[in-house]
Structure formats: structure tokens, C-alpha cells
């Protein structure tokens, strides 16, 4: 393992990539776990085009064994949560799409504030008519925000970030969210680490411990929340980050989630073992 740092709640911090394994063998078997997984970045390579992002099969079917097993896995996402919905099907499970904004437990069961005083209408079309003159520049419209992406020419940040300044000055109700080659205007009430606490106390998890996988800016008030619940939080890739672990990328979140999956299920037969006295074989 490289070397750590230590932080101020006594843990220690990986500073450098580690393996799969090393996050597993920290894993106490005691514990009830839930996972809170974002999804671009970090179950799906990037896409120069977001409408051509994919999470690989196998990656799919491992998070879908996971929750026979009854850990109970969570999307934390700046998609919205149709489009987050698609990307995880035929797997059903929670979403909080638009970095927690808009929360979805299924059977058409929202958690959602008002946001009636805003006029996204208006607010593309000030965002279109601001981007005439730059059309490397890609709009994503997500019903209750409006992000703007430079993935084509990265050289259009500072336009991008500027346009997004300008006209957040008109729209009060809404902030700046920055993240990988995007800035997006989100409502205030958008922040993954509140969605996390919010999903926590609506699904009774509160005595569990919570691990969540993120590669992004927006996910640090995530790892933050992480944190304080002495969870285990993991940052996808490089740059600053309060995760105390970072992965390098996706192929190795796929493997900590298959890693993970194991040791669960190990644990699942032996707990049965124990009660019935008998061997017992899951497919």
C-alpha cells in the first residue's frame, strides 16, 4: 500500500491509489453495510457526449447480486433520475438524481422540494442564447437544473464558467455547480451530502455503515457526511478529496464492488451455516 497521512478524526487517509483489497481487508465483518454509489465517472467510463455514457454488464450484474444479498445500494448522481434509471436498468434501485435534489425510492415515491418559483424554460433559453457563438459547447437540459459541458473543446472552460456566472446572477434560487469539464445551475437545495442523511433516516439505516464511491468535486460534501458517520468514503481518480481512500478508476470499482460482494456472501452462508446447522451452496 502507498503511503498515508493522518487526519483529524484519528483515521488515516489514503494520499496515493490503493487496491480493492486493501479497502476489503479494513471491512469489518460485524457490520451492516450500505452503499451509495454515483455513477459517471465512477460505475461508467467517461463520455465525450454524456447521452453515450454506459455502466458495463458486468458491473450491472455484480451490483445486482449485491442486493440479493440484502445490502441495500443507493445512486447518488448528478443525472437526473429518469436518465440515471435507464443507465442502471434492469436493476431497481434508489435514486438521488441531480446531486441528491431529487430522491427516489420507487413505485413513483419522490422525496422533492418545491421548486415552482423557478422558470427552467426561461433559464435555457438565457443559457442557449448565451452559447450562440460557442457550439462546442453542449447544453443538457434536466428538467430542475441546466448543466453546460466543454467535454468537446476543454479550451471553452473559462467561457463556460463565465456565461454560467452571468446569468446565475439573475437566478438567485440556484448555484453554481462545478465538475468534470461541466458547470451546471442546480437549486440551492441540491447537495449529495444532505441526500445521503436524508436516505439514511427514510430507509432506517442509521445503524449502518455507510460506504460511498464518488470521482467528482460534487461528491465531496458526500464524503464529507461519509465521514462524520465514521463510514468509508472512496474517491475515484485524482485531485484533492476528504475520501479516505482513492481508487484509481473505474475497472477497480468494479472489482472493490465484486471484492465486497464476495466477502458479503461469504459471511451470508456462513451466518445460515450457523443457524441451520447444515452446509448451504448460493449460485
Same mark, same amino acid.
Given at each position: 500500500?502507498?503511503?498515508?497521512?493522518?487526519?483529524?478524526?484519528?483515521?488515516?487517509?489514503?494520499?496515493?491509489?490503493?487496491?480493492?483489497?486493501?479497502?476489503?481487508?479494513?471491512?469489518?465483518?460485524?457490520?451492516?453495510?450500505?452503499?451509495?454509489?454515483?455513477?459517471?465517472?465512477?460505475?461508467?467510463?467517461?463520455?465525450?457526449?454524456?447521452?453515450?455514457?454506459?455502466?458495463?454488464?458486468?458491473?450491472? *450484474?455484480?451490483?445486482?447480486?449485491?442486493?440479493?444479498?440484502? #445490502? $441495500?445500494?443507493? =445512486?447518488?448522481? +448528478? &443525472?437526473?433520475?429518469? !436518465?440515471?434509471?435507464?443507465?442502471?436498468?434492469?436493476?431497481?434501485?434508489?435514486?438521488?438524481?441531480?446531486?441528491?435534489?431529487?430522491?427516489?425510492?420507487?413505485?413513483?415515491?419522490?422525496?422533492?422540494?418545491?421548486?415552482?418559483?423557478?422558470?427552467?424554460?426561461?433559464?435555457?433559453?438565457?443559457?442557449?442564447?448565451?452559447?450562440?457563438?460557442?457550439?462546442?459547447?453542449?447544453?443538457?437540459?434536466?428538467?430542475?437544473?441546466?448543466?453546460?459541458?466543454?467535454?468537446?473543446?476543454?479550451?471553452?472552460?473559462?467561457?463556460?464558467?463565465?456565461?454560467?456566472?452571468?446569468?446565475?446572477?439573475?437566478?438567485?434560487?440556484?448555484? *453554481?455547480?462545478?465538475?468534470?469539464?461541466?458547470?451546471?445551475? #442546480? $437549486?440551492?437545495? =441540491?447537495?449529495? +451530502? &444532505?441526500?445521503?442523511? !436524508?436516505?439514511?433516516?427514510?430507509?432506517?439505516?442509521?445503524?449502518?455503515?455507510?460506504?460511498?464511491?464518488?470521482?467528482?468535486?460534487?461528491?465531496?460534501?458526500?464524503?464529507?457526511?461519509?465521514?462524520?458517520?465514521?463510514?468509508?468514503?472512496?474517491?475515484?481518480?485524482?485531485?484533492?478529496?476528504?475520501?479516505?481512500?482513492?481508487?484509481?478508476?473505474?475497472?477497480?470499482?468494479?472489482?472493490?464492488?465484486?471484492?465486497?460482494?464476495?466477502?458479503?456472501?461469504?459471511?451470508?452462508?456462513?451466518?445460515?451455516?450457523?443457524?441451520?446447522?447444515?452446509?448451504?451452496?448460493?449460485?
Amino acid at each position: 500500500m502507498n503511503s498515508q497521512s493522518t487526519i483529524s478524526d484519528g483515521r488515516e487517509k489514503n494520499t496515493y491509489f490503493v487496491t480493492p483489497d486493501d479497502i476489503i481487508k479494513n471491512l469489518s465483518l460485524d457490520k451492516n453495510y450500505c452503499l451509495f454509489l454515483d455513477i459517471d465517472g465512477t460505475l461508467a467510463p467517461f463520455q465525450i457526449n454524456p447521452k453515450h455514457s454506459f455502466i458495463p454488464k458486468v458491473t450491472l *450484474e455484480i451490483i445486482k447480486e449485491i442486493t440479493q444479498l440484502n #445490502i $441495500p445500494i443507493i =445512486a447518488v448522481t +448528478g &443525472r437526473d433520475v429518469d !436518465t440515471a434509471r435507464k443507465l442502471l436498468h434492469p436493476i431497481e434501485i434508489p435514486v438521488a438524481g441531480l446531486h441528491g435534489l431529487d430522491i427516489y425510492f420507487g413505485s413513483d415515491h419522490y422525496i422533492r422540494p418545491d421548486l415552482s418559483s423557478i422558470n427552467f424554460k426561461e433559464l435555457k433559453q438565457d443559457i442557449i442564447k448565451s452559447c450562440e457563438k460557442y457550439p462546442e459547447l453542449l447544453i443538457e437540459d434536466k428538467g430542475y437544473s441546466i448543466a453546460l459541458h466543454y467535454r468537446k473543446n476543454p479550451e471553452l472552460e473559462n467561457y463556460a464558467i463565465n456565461i454560467m456566472q452571468n446569468i446565475n446572477l439573475y437566478y438567485p434560487q440556484l448555484k *453554481e455547480n462545478k465538475g468534470k469539464c461541466v458547470i451546471e445551475l #442546480i $437549486p440551492n437545495q =441540491a447537495d449529495k +451530502g &444532505r441526500a445521503i442523511q !436524508t436516505i439514511l433516516n427514510h430507509l432506517n439505516l442509521s445503524s449502518s455503515h455507510p460506504i460511498f464511491i464518488g470521482d467528482d468535486l460534487t461528491d465531496e460534501s458526500g464524503f464529507i457526511s461519509i465521514n462524520q458517520k465514521l463510514g468509508t468514503s472512496i474517491k475515484v481518480g485524482s485531485g484533492e478529496t476528504q475520501a479516505h481512500y482513492r481508487l484509481k478508476d473505474i475497472d477497480n470499482v468494479a472489482n472493490f464492488l465484486l471484492l465486497f460482494k464476495n466477502r458479503i456472501k461469504s459471511l451470508y452462508v456462513k451466518n445460515i451455516q450457523n443457524q441451520n446447522g447444515e452446509k448451504l451452496c448460493l449460485n
